[in-house]
């Protein structure tokens, strides 16, 4: 079922391999096009703008753009109990790994009289979005908001689509994480629209302030992700999102049945996702084929997942070896590494580029989706090369504090003088000399 690329007795530069390993193409720029009418009719005319777009992309016209604390109160008493154990054990995990990311200051004495200390200051207002296309992504609020408010976030707000579903309101799950994390503002607002009006702010339908933000995070459809490049800078944001991946190195050792249901498993968030096989077995790879001829079928979502899985972002790598296949892997950088090998943990330990790594058959990515404890807001696209996924120290920001005394500045004065003219920049000396009658010594 999947396509192919034998990969076996060659032996591929970086470059061939980026060129050749499936990959989903999208084209943000082009979507900027489409997104830059958006972006500015919000800027110039604020929520009434927000409203049209909605009502032109979702179908519903809310009434007003913040959520009702009410409705978030109700949503929460009428969830599911098995829905929120869930999402309990979900924020028990996640809170616990993401409260040994929390840094701490650290100050360097230079030299007598003169230290450097690096204060970690959380960025104070930002916002979180949770997607609501194809999917329901309360486990996206939970990914968000626990590392923001590890990091010390004074100010949380959530944008989230709403829906015709419920009357304009955004879906009740998505509202019920919110509220369990004790966030208390949820914007009914998604897409391109819903990151300009993070970004510049406005007033809804009330008269109620909707306070711009200096951060915005959390993944979406392309037109999110060509607002984020447009706006990148009047906000800060996590990352350009692409379509979801998953790569799995595998050998003769593997589960095909793990295997399958696990590249069905990602394929089933959209018809761009990425599955891929990395093998050095061939009777793997097509124990695998069989599985998903059977499994793909039975599954809910049974097109999207075809259309996924047979699509060029998807197919089969065939290596001789598995130290062929960490090569492949490493080159891919995938959002969420699967490694079923012999001696998974030592084949894991030297994975150098992935958004995170699963070890062994009973660390499927499902896990890390919902009550791993990680983090599942990852690089996507191959940028897991150079950046990391959400995390507490996304939401912090270091400021050096420098303090020197008149003694330790007198004692490098004479370098800091040296320095600026060998770089035509005398004042800058100057600057330093200015301090001490009679200059520098």
């Known amino acids: 079922m999947l396509n192919r690329t034998d990969l076996r007795g060659k032996a591929p530069s970086a470059a061939e391999l980026r060129a050749t390993l499936p990959r989903a193409e999208i084209d943000v720029d082009a979507a900027l096009h489409q997104v830059r009418p958006v972006v500015e009719a919000v800027r110039d005319r604020g929520v009434e703008a927000v409203l049209e777009y909605t009502e032109k992309f979702d179908r519903v016209r809310p009434s007003s753009v913040r959520v009702p604390a009410s409705a978030l109160a109700q949503t929460l008493a009428e969830l599911d109990p098995a829905v929120r154990a869930a999402l309990e054990e979900s924020v028990a995990r996640a809170r616990a790994v993401h409260a040994d990311q929390r840094r701490t200051d650290v100050t360097t004495k230079v030299t007598e009289g003169g230290t450097v200390t690096e204060r970690w200051v959380p960025v104070e207002r ?73 970004a510049y702010g406005g007033t809804d339908t009330d008269g109620t302030a909707l306070v711009p933000v200096d951060l915005v995070t959390g993944p979406g459809n392309i037109y999110l992700t060509a607002a984020k490049r447009m706006l990148r800078g009047l906000i800060g944001i996590d990352s350009e999102a692409g379509p979801t991946e998953i790569a799995i190195l595998a050998d003769e050792t593997a589960d095909a049945g793990h295997v399958a249901a696990d590249l069905i498993s990602q394929a089933e968030h959209d018809t ?41 972002q998807s197919g089969t790598v065939l290596v001789s070896t598995v130290d062929d296949g960490l090569r492949v892997v490493d080159a891919y950088a995938a959002e969420h590494l699967e490694i079923q090998t012999a001696d998974a943990r030592a084949v894991a330990a030297r994975v150098r580029n992935a958004g995170a790594v ?79 009658s009679g200059g520098a010594r």
């Not at 997607?131 to 989230?160: E, F, H, I, K, R």
């Not at 793997?284 to 996924?308: G, S």
């Not at 009550?371 to 959400?390: E, I, M, Y």
Request: proline letters at 6%; glycine letters at 10%.
């Open 126 to 198: 930002v916002g979180l979005y949770a997607p609501g296309g194809l999917a329901v992504y309360p486990s996206s609020v939970v990914m968000n908001v626990v590392p923001a408010q590890a990091a010390g976030v004074g100010s949380l707000v959530l944008c989230t689509p709403p829906q015709a579903e419920f009357g304009g309101s955004p879906h009740p799950t998505t509202l019920a994480a919110a509220a369990l994390l004790g966030v208390d503002e949820v914007w009914a607002v998604g897409g391109a629209q819903a990151v300009a009006l993070l």
């Open 358 to 436: 699963f070890v062994g058959p009973y660390a499927p990515v499902s896990l890390g989706d919902y009550c791993a404890g990680s983090n599942h807001v990852l690089p996507t696209g191959g940028f897991a090369r150079h950046s990391s996924g959400l995390s507490v120290q996304s939401f912090l920001r270091g400021i050096h504090v420098i303090d020197y005394s008149e003694d330790a500045l007198r004692e490098v004065a004479d370098k800091v003088v040296a320095l600026a003219g060998a770089e035509d920049l005398p004042a800058h000396g100057e600057a330093v000399t200015a301090r001490f």
């Open 272 to 312: 761009l996702a990425a599955s891929v096989l990395v093998t050095s077995s061939v009777e793997l790879a097509d124990a695998v084929d069989a599985e998903l001829a059977v499994r793909v079928k039975a599954t809910k979502h049974t097109e999207r997942v075809t259309e996924a899985l047979t699509g060029r």
